[in-house]
């Protein structure tokens, strides 16, 4: 599917947040989209969550839950190679160019090459998650992801039985990135999953947000989304998807390997060196919420991790 960037769209085509909502709300009552149906937002800013799931069970949503605005979504960041400031990415990213885009595809698998974004997004049907993000640092959000399934991508790609790993890289654009022209992090910015995590039904390649491409800042054109995991796994604007047969490296262990593990489930029980992980702060609130185990994602994803000690392998 060829996703139009908004450069290229009129300002009359432009989905404002009142109408998104509204037109959610629209279909559903209208039951042109089910309460039960694939690509069904779990809940809603006004009429706020019901408990009911997507398609993949982008359940457990809160029913306190209501969906962030899309100007606290676009201008509360964390994107290291626009700065370090959670206003920085929004207001240093406009010189980047998420068009045209290729992804190289690459490792342990029989269907490897450079994919033109539109070529990776054509085959696969577009679904919408409204999922929570729960960053490291206690403050989270609720966000309306459009995207592709990973699972169905790597189907695709069909990764060979060795394949025990999926690495992701973000572009290296100093030019664009003002943030990689300073030794902050190892660049570029990279991650993973273990294969398991990476088919898992919720895991996603978000292409968009409230309905129209991502913007820069949010990791523009495809980022990943793992919502039982802190944010930071969430790897933005990626180049580069291999499949490996050992754990690979990532950004933030590299960083402070006491501080940030592979897993980096959220877990209310273990605690950052820094952070409390027991409560957070949804942005537009004051009061501190519980933070729920695996984010109140646990009956999706609760059994990946049996047997392991949570504590060792954070
Ligand atoms: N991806 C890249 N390439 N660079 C980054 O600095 N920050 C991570 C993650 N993905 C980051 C990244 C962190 S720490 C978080 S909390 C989320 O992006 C934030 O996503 P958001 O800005 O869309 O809320």
């Known amino acids: 599917m060829w996703i139009r960037r908004p450069d290229d769209l009129k300002s009359s085509e432009i989905t404002d947040e009142k109408l998104y909502i509204d037109r959610r709300r629209f279909l559903l009552t209208a039951g042109i989209i ?30 306190q839950d209501k969906i962030n605005t899309y100007e606290q979504i676009t201008s509360y960041n964390n994107f290291y190679e626009f700065g370090t400031d959670k206003e920085d990415p929004k207001q240093n990213s406009a010189g980047f160019h998420p068009q045209p885009w290729t992804v190289r595809v690459e490792g342990l698998c029989r269907k490897p090459g450079d994919y033109h974004f539109e070529d990776l997004i054509k085959p696969h049907k ?31 790609f069909d990764p060979q039985p060795s394949a025990k790993f999926v690495a992701f890289t973000t572009v290296m654009r100093p030019d664009e990135m003002p943030g990689q022209r300073r030794p902050v992090l190892r660049w570029p910015y990279i991650e993973g999953l273990r294969m398991d995590e990476a088919t898992n039904d919720l895991t996603l390649m978000a292409t968009g947000l409230y309905g129209k491409p991502l913007p820069n800042q949010d990791g523009a054109p495809i980022r990943l989304i793992v919502p039982w995991k802190y944010g930071f796994k969430g790897i933005k604007s990626i180049v580069k998807i291999a499949f490996v047969d050992r754990q690979p490296e990532t950004t933030w262990n590299i960083a402070a390997p006491d501080e940030y593990g592979f897993y980096a489930n959220v877990n209310p029980e273990v605690d950052h060196p820094r952070w409390s992980q027991g409560s957070e702060r949804r942005i537009g609130e004051f009061r501190r919420r519980r933070t729920l185990m695996f984010n109140g994602y646990a009956d999706k994803v609760a059994s990946m991790y049996a047997g392991m000690d949570l504590r060792k392998n954070y």
């Open 126 to 156: 577009v679904v919408d998650r409204t999922y929570r993000l729960r960053c490291v640092e206690a403050w989270s959000m609720v966000i309306p992801w459009q995207g592709i399934s990973l699972a169905e991508m790597i189907k695709r």
């Open 34 to 63: 089910g309460a039960s149906g694939a690509g069904l937002l779990a809940c809603d800013n006004e009429a706020q969550a019901n408990g009911s799931a997507d398609a993949a069970g982008g359940s457990a949503q809160d029913p």
